[in-house]
Every structure is written in structure tokens, then in C-alpha cells.
């Protein structure tokens, strides 16, 4: 089942409670929370405070992507500000396993991140630990990038490594979701999709959320439908 996260970084900040409303009206799932230190990368957004304002503004689960160094020294604070999934990069982690333990013993979900220039098989030992992958096809930073085609190959061969291992995480893309992307994301294999500026940055997040979310459920319906005819040719 294919689901939209919002990613509020291309909202109105000032009216994020609203944006937020309008984004779930159509069909968003969960909101994606991009946090930035300005030194992983080069670009400042929020931190626990923005969280848990936005914990009062939704019941909807705050999906909280960590592009920060040292992201051990805050993960107490998210899970008191009411973070629900939270990601870490592999290349922020010198010690991945122990952060996703630590977000673990916060009540927390845990994901990991991958950026455009890491392997996906350099973090099969940790994958049954998590709740999800998140596989970033732009590098992270800023919003309305343009999608890098090879993370289509990334996704598929994560998806395949889960059936192998017959293990549940979810499959996250981010960066360049779109109209024009979005039946290719599907395709390969991704089930949770974050979209900031398709989203909001034509200013109607309800519209835009709906339509979006549509053509992924188009595109995963036709996968099931292939799936199925190969089964019974
Ligand atoms: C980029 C962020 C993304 C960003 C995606 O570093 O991690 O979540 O909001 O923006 P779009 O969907 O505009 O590419
Ligand atoms: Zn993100």
C-alpha cells in the first residue's frame, strides 16, 4: 500500500497547522520533518521546539528525518517532543547500530538513511532492526531538486534484498517526487513517498497531496496487475 508524507519544508511556515490540515485532507499519511544543522548540510531548518508544536497541531505520525551530526545528543529530545519515526544517515553515524538502538529504547521507530553516493548493501546487517529505508534521490539540503534516476536501481535492489531476507522495512524516497517521477518511484518498489514542493509548492496542498497520491496508487495497482498475470500465465 503506497502512502504520501508531506514534506513541510516547502510549506508556509507561518500557517504550518493549516498546510498540515489541508495536506492530510488529501490523503497524506504521515508528516515528513526535515531537520538541518547547516553542517551535515548546508542548509538550517528546525529543531525539537517546531516538533512539538507541530505534535499539537496533528494526529498524524511525525515521520522526523535527521540531516545533523551527532544526531545521538538530540534523539531524548525528539522523543519528548513527540516524534513518532525518526531517520539517521549512514553517513552521520559512525556507530549506526547503537543510534537506532538508542531511538528504539526512545519508544520511537527507527529508519535509515542513504544518500544518492551510498550503497544500498552497505547497510544489510542493520536492516532488521528498521522500520524503514530511506533512500534520498537528491542530495538532502533543499527542496525542488531534480530526481536522480539511478536511485530507481537503489529501490529494486533494496526490495529484493527484503525478499531475500524476508524482512518488513519500509521502502522511503525523497527528493524529487513528482508527477513525472512518481509511477517510476512506485514501480521499483518504494511504498512510502515524501513530496515537498509537489505538495505545496503551487500552494494547494489539498489539491496537489490528492492528485499525487492518485497516480501512485495508479501506478501500484498496475504493478499488482502484472504481478498477477505473470502468476497465472
Ligand atoms: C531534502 C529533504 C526533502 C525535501 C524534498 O533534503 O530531505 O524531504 O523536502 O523536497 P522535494 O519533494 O521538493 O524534492
Ligand atoms: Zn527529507
Redesign the pocket.
Known amino acids: 500500500m503506497v502512502e504520501l508524507l508531506p514534506?513541510i519544508?516547502?510549506a508556509d511556515f507561518a500557517h504550518l497547522a493549516a498546510q498540515i490540515a489541508a495536506a492530510e485532507r488529501g490523503g497524506g499519511t504521515a508528516i515528513?520533518v526535515?531537520i538541518m544543522d547547516g553542517h551535515f548540510v548546508p542548509n538550517l531548518t528546525l529543531g525539537p521546539p517546531v516538533v512539538a508544536s507541530l505534535r499539537k497541531a496533528t494526529r498524524l505520525p511525525l515521520d522526523c528525518?535527521l540531516?545533523i551530526d551527532n544526531p545521538n545528543e538530540y534523539i531524548a529530545a525528539f522523543a519528548e517532543a513527540g516524534a513518532d519515526w525518526v531517520s539517521v544517515h549512514y553517513e552521520a553515524c559512525p556507530h549506526l547500530h547503537r543510534t537506532l538502538q538508542l531511538i528504539l529504547h526512545h519508544g520511537m521507530k527507527p529508519g535509515v538513511v542513504v544518500n544518492p553516493a551510498t550503497r544500498v548493501d552497505i547497510i544489510v546487517e542493520i536492516l532488521p532492526m528498521v522500520h524503514h529505508v530511506l533512500v534520498m534521490s537528491?542530495n538532502?539540503?533543499?527542496?525542488?531538486?531534480e530526481f536522480i534516476p539511478f536511485s530507481l536501481d537503489k529501490i529494486r535492489q533494496l526490495a529484493r534484498i527484503r525478499r531475500e531476507l524476508k524482512l518488513s522495512f519500509k521502502i522511503e524516497v525523497?527528493?524529487?517526487?513528482a508527477h513525472d517521477t512518481v509511477a517510476a518511484v512506485v514501480q521499483a518498489g518504494a511504498e512510502l513517498l515524501?513530496?515537498?514542493?509537489?505538495v505545496f509548492g503551487a500552494g494547494q496542498p489539498e489539491r496537489d497531496a490528492r492528485t499525487l497520491l492518485a497516480a501512485a496508487r495508479k501506478a501500484a495497482n498496475s504493478k499488482t496487475a502484472v504481478r498477477k498475470s505473470k502468476i497465472h500465465s
Open positions: 514534506s519544508l516547502s515528513h526535515d528525518h540531516m537528491v538532502p539540503g533543499f527542496g525542488g531538486q525523497d527528493g524529487g517526487v515524501v513530496a515537498g514542493s509537489a
